[in-house]
Every structure is written in C-alpha cells, then in structure tokens.
C-alpha cells in the first residue's frame, strides 16, 4: 500500500474539501492522484502557498515548497 497524506494544509485546503490522507496499491496510482490534487492546491488556492509532491517509500506527499512561495 502507498499513501497520499498533504502537510502544512492552509485554509484553503479544508475549504476545498480535499481528503488529507489516501491509500492507493500502487505508486503510480497515488502519485496520479497527487498531481491532480497539486493542480487543484496551486492553481485555485489563495496563492500565498505553492506545493510540490514529494516521493518516500512507500508515502507520497504534497508539501509546501518552500522556494518558490
Ligand atoms: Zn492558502
């Protein structure tokens, strides 16, 4: 099992309701679905936070990118 957990959310995340942690059989699939999320996050945000997914083992993360906010 992969999991998809989002860190650092803002605000806007609860508002657009996106569930913070997912399960997934395959990395492929969660990081599919973590490029959708990260569309949604930095596109439709308030754009004071950019995000960036980051791959563990057997975890992918949507975290706040730091370098370019
Ligand atoms: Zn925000």
Request: with cysteine.
């Amino acid at each position: 099992m992969v999991s998809l957990e989002v860190e650092k959310r803002c605000g806007c995340f609860t508002r657009a309701r996106l569930e913070e942690s997912l399960r997934f059989d395959t990395k492929e699939q969660a990081l599919k679905k973590a490029k959708e999320m990260l569309m949604i996050m930095n596109n439709d945000f308030c754009g004071k936070h950019k995000f960036k997914i980051v791959e563990e083992n057997d975890t992918v993360k949507i975290v706040e990118d730091e370098e370019n906010n």
